[in-house]
């Protein structure tokens, strides 16, 4: 800002005028060099015009001088000729801008009064109200074409020297004299306050406070503030059981936004899940199908049976079978003919052995024909387990249809499923109350509950350092800077992985706050001794006659000072001195 033009400015102003306007001329032939002075002075004159139409008109003109075809002598005298014509035409500038306000009002005037003058004007003027209603008009021909010299607007300006400069100097220096004179911001002569320093060699030494903390009793001037330590404490126990309340709101709107969350989570999982039982409920489907089929596979394999044995207990005996039996009793009947000879010849033995080996082969026919019968009682039996397979198989292929639809149907419910968790989904995403509201309400929450937390910490503070002025002794450092964050003895807690902790959002922080202000009042009510009781009356008649005097006819307010004198003056040797009330 000191590099702009106005800042650097001399005392004289307008010997360079600002906003002056530049002249820059496309030239259709060069310009030779001994006449370049002659051509400079030219439009340097052009350049004092402050009509921009006037000067392009100039420049169009001088461009044509330059380009006639005659000597540079007689071209050069012919764009000054323009250069004149235009100075001429541009008449006396104002010298500032207010001035050109006042010229042009000048000639406005000086105008109006021409018209005025006019007989015919006048006559139209008086007569306007009585011509109005007869549609007559003024004749404007005698005025249209009169020019009317009006002071012309200057297009350059002239300011006065900046004062900011010499502002901020003496503003430094004012400050400069504030620093070097101990003084405050207002001005305000810095003064030690009563026994603020240390009295002796032990007072002075730094001390171990609460928390580990360092107390310089020396270093510290206790400010104190308009109120008393009981009002501040109570004061801060109030807005902290509004920040315990804010606390609880904000913690409850984290757990039902957590609970939005996992309901939201649970809906995606419910959704994935019932795809999957839709699937399985398919394969059971198909399952049970091919179940009907090997229900039917089964009772058609059980008729086989049943048919078969119908068929051959129904048939005779094979021919061989029947072969076998003939030859067995062609057997018997050669070996019954054969006792016969025998015994005819008086070979009573080999007749005997011919008859036995008879009955042996009669024997052999009987248990062939017993196994054939018992054949016949075995197929029998199975027919009738087979045919009792047919009945089971029938009722097992309408059980597997029956299953067939029981899986069907559990499909349906399982598509059902899959769709209702769909829409609980989408209404979770969608309701009034999801995860965004309890996130937003958590933030606001927050929000206030550290203001609340703030508010309630400095009031605390403010509690403690007038327990402070009030006692003249610097107390513990019960209460903390910042009880948003979590304290430092429980960062192990914090830490998940080096470099990053857990946001704790500030809670525990109020009840930290309640911890360090009930010791802080413990404290108070232990410390608290017993100070002589001194009654002073003081007369505001004598002390500020002025100001009780105006307090007892218009204001009805009045401050007064109590100055340490009036107390010395009856109880001297006194200190600490504490208002505890005035009526």
Known sequence: MLEIEEIKQGPDPCSDPINQLQIDVELKHEVPEEWMPSFSYIMGNVSQVQHPEIVQTAITEINTMLAA?????????????????????????????????????????????????????????????????????????????MAMSLSQDAFSYCISPNPIPRTLRLRAELNLHKLRTCRNITG?????????????????????????????????????????????????????????????????????????????????????????????????????????????????????????????????????????????EWVAASYKAASLVYWGFTEVSRSAEFAIKMLETKAQILAQQASYERRAQQWEFEKSLAEQD??????????????????????????????????????????????????????????????????????????????????????????RQDYGEAPSEDMVATTLTPGKTIDRRGLTGSARLLQDIYQLDQYAIETDKRKLQLTKTISLAALSPVEFQRFQEKTGVITFRTPQELFDRDFPGHYLRLIKRSG
């Open 188 to 328: 305000m002569k810095r003064t030690l306050e009563p026994y603020a320093a240390p009295t002796d060699q032990i007072s002075g030494l730094p001390q171990i406070g609460a928390r580990g903390q360092l107390l310089l009793p020396g270093a510290t001037t206790i400010v104190p503030t308009p109120y008393r330590f009981s009002f501040l404490i109570d004061r801060a126990k109030q807005i902290l059981g509004v920040a315990q309340q804010m606390e609880a709101a904000m913690l409850a709107a984290l757990e039902k936004r957590d609970a939005e969350t996992y309901s939201r989570l649970k809906s995606k999982q419910d959704i994935e899940l019932a795809g999957v039982q839709v699937t399985l409920q398919s394969l059971r489907v198909k399952e049970a199908e091919d179940g009907v089929q090997l229900a039917g596979l089964q009772k058609e394999r059980a008729q086989i049976q049943v048919d078969q044995y119908e068929t051959w207990l129904l048939g005779d005996l094979s021919a061989n079978e029947k072969a076998n039996l003939q030859h067995f």
């Open 390 to 479: 047919v009945r089971i198989g029938a009722q097992q292929v309408t059980i597997a249809e029956d299953h067939v639809r029981v899986v069907g149907q559990e499909r349906t419910i399982a598509l059902m499923q899959k769709d209702h968790a769909k829409d609980t989904a989408e209404f979770l995403a969608n309701k009034f109350t999801n995860v965004e509201l309890y996130d937003w309400m958590s933030g606001i929450l927050e929000d206030v509950y550290s203001y609340f937390l703030q508010e309630a910490t400095a009031v605390a503070r403010l509690a403690e350092n007038q327990l402070a002025f009030e006692r003249q002794v610097t107390p513990p450092n019960y209460i």
């Open 69 to 145: 075809d005659a000597s540079w002598e007689n071209r050069m005298k012919g764009a000054q000729m323009v250069a004149e014509k235009a100075l001429s035409q541009n008449g006396t500038s104002p010298k500032t801008v207010g001035s050109a306000f006042a010229d042009s009002i000048k000639a406005l005037d000086s105008a109006f009064g021409a018209l005025l003058r006019d007989n015919q004007v006048f006559d139209s003027v008086k007569n306007v109200g009585i011509n109005a209603g007869k549609g007559s008009a003024v004749s404007s021909a005698p005025y249209q074409n």
